[in-house]
Nanobody, 118 residues
Framework: VQLQASGGGLVQAGGSLRLSCAAS????????MGWFRQAPGKEREFVAA????????RYADSVRGRFTISGDNAKNTVYLQMNSLKPEDTAVYYC????????????WGQGTQVTVSS
């Protein structure tokens, strides 16, 4: 599976961005896709995940109510709609996928930079 993340950019606090993650290859085998982020000097952290095996969509507490993850049934593209952005949301955002639960995320995209100015 190959993952291509896009949609990052520079936005003012309170603004919105929509990230996209395009998947190719064995997309039919994908069980779950997620978004993660890594800010400078910090560890990578979970943001949101969408699951096609019956598990509920999940969000980190820091983004719940502001971010929405969605995807098509063909598992070709997953989106992360980010509203009410804050400077602390500034990070490189990565998409990833896994084929089983609770296996580790196996495939990762290259990342897209999101910068929120105050």
């Amino acid at each position: 599976v190959q993952l291509q993340a896009s949609g990052g950019g520079l936005v003012q606090a309170g603004g919105s961005l929509r990230l996209s993650c395009a998947a190719s290859g064995r997309t039919g085998s994908i069980l779950e896709m997620g978004w993660f982020r890594q800010a400078p000097g910090k560890e990578r952290e979970f943001v949101a995940a969408i699951n096609w095996g019956g598990r509920p969509t999940r969000y980190a507490d820091s983004v719940r109510g502001r971010f929405t993850i969605s995807g098509d049934n063909a598992k070709n593209t997953v989106y992360l709609q980010m509203n009410s952005l804050k400077p602390e949301d500034t990070a490189v955002y990565y998409c990833a996928c896994r084929f089983d639960w609770p296996a580790m995320y196996k495939y990762w995209g290259q990342g897209t930079q999101v910068t929120v100015s105050s």
